[in-house]
């Protein structure tokens, strides 16, 4: 796939084409040098596109500094943090107005603003979060507020008023998405979606650095 082929991840029809493309595979190419990659690979995003690019490990390992290209091209971290003690009230989770019970939500620097979307049957969909909402649950989570703009996201989900969150890389946000789309059946989605989101969370859990409890003290 050519980078002029690369999905605009600030829009739903953005999301949509990297959700429907083929998955890379062994024998495919970097999007920025042309070197064959396995199925298994890095991703780096133009910020300024909002394009998510797959590519070799060397490739990714040029913008995995700070002022890289001037900003313009950040590999996609690798890091996976979860919270136990993440507190989130009834209040705050339907200040965010998201009608479902997952989503995830990153800072957008081109825009200067955090955007929210949830996974949904027709991909990712996004909700416009009200002046403050987010702010609020920062200041109740200290210990997430480090996430990176543009390329590391906050997922929670929800579950009987308790939220789970996780500080992920942003394709595992869209990974999650596709199983969403691929697997829903019917109005309430049908019990083989469900199974998938429930190993995909249990695997999420496992592969997590726990953030200790202190940063809410």
Same mark, same amino acid.
């Given at each position: 796939?050519?980078?002029?082929?690369?999905?605009?991840?600030?829009?739903?029809?953005?999301?949509?084409?990297?959700?429907?493309?083929?998955?890379?595979?062994?024998?495919?190419?970097?999007?920025?040098?042309?070197?064959?990659?396995?199925?298994?690979?890095?991703?780096?995003?133009?910020?300024?596109?909002?394009?998510?690019?797959?590519?070799?490990?060397?490739?990714?390992?040029?913008?995995?500094?700070?002022?890289?290209?001037?900003?313009?091209?950040?590999?996609?971290?690798? $890091?996976?943090?979860?919270?136990? %003690?993440?507190?989130?009230?009834?209040?705050?989770?339907?200040?965010?107005?998201?009608?479902?019970?997952?989503?995830?939500?990153?800072?957008?620097?081109?825009?200067? $603003?955090?955007?929210?979307?949830?996974?949904?049957?027709?991909?990712?969909?996004?909700?416009?979060?009200?002046?403050?909402?987010?702010?609020?649950?920062?200041?109740?989570?200290?210990?997430?507020?480090?996430?990176?703009?543009?390329?590391?996201?906050?997922?929670?989900?929800?579950?009987?008023?308790?939220?789970?969150?996780?500080?992920?890389?942003?394709?595992?946000?869209?990974?999650?998405?596709?199983?969403?789309?691929?697997?829903? $059946?019917?109005?309430?989605?049908?019990?083989?979606?469900?199974?998938?989101? %429930?190993?995909?969370?249990?695997?999420?859990?496992?592969?997590?650095?726990?953030?200790?409890?202190?940063?809410?003290?």
């Amino acid at each position: 796939m050519s980078s002029t082929d690369t999905p605009n991840l600030s829009s739903p029809e953005g999301l949509k084409r990297f959700l429907d493309r083929p998955r890379k595979r062994v024998g495919e190419h970097c999007e920025m040098c042309s070197e064959p990659i396995a199925e298994t690979h890095s991703h780096v995003v133009n910020v300024q596109s909002r394009n998510l690019m797959c590519v070799c490990r060397a490739c990714y390992l040029l913008f995995t500094h700070q002022g890289a290209a001037q900003g313009r091209y950040l590999a996609v971290p690798e $890091r996976y943090l979860y919270d136990p %003690d993440f507190a989130l009230t009834t209040d705050q989770w339907e200040d965010l107005q998201i009608p479902v019970n997952m989503a995830f939500f990153f800072m957008n620097s081109e825009m200067e $603003r955090m955007a929210g979307f949830y996974p949904s049957p027709a991909g990712a969909t996004e909700s416009l979060l009200p002046l403050g909402a987010w702010e609020n649950v920062i200041a109740a989570n200290p210990g997430f507020s480090s996430a990176t703009p543009d390329v590391e996201a906050l997922l929670l989900r929800r579950a009987e008023e308790r939220t789970a969150c996780y500080l992920v890389p942003i394709d595992a946000c869209y990974e999650l998405v596709g199983l969403v789309k691929m697997h829903w $059946r019917g109005f309430s989605g049908g019990e083989v979606v469900w199974n998938e989101i %429930d190993r995909f969370f249990t695997t999420l859990e496992e592969r997590s650095k726990r953030v200790e409890s202190s940063v809410h003290q």
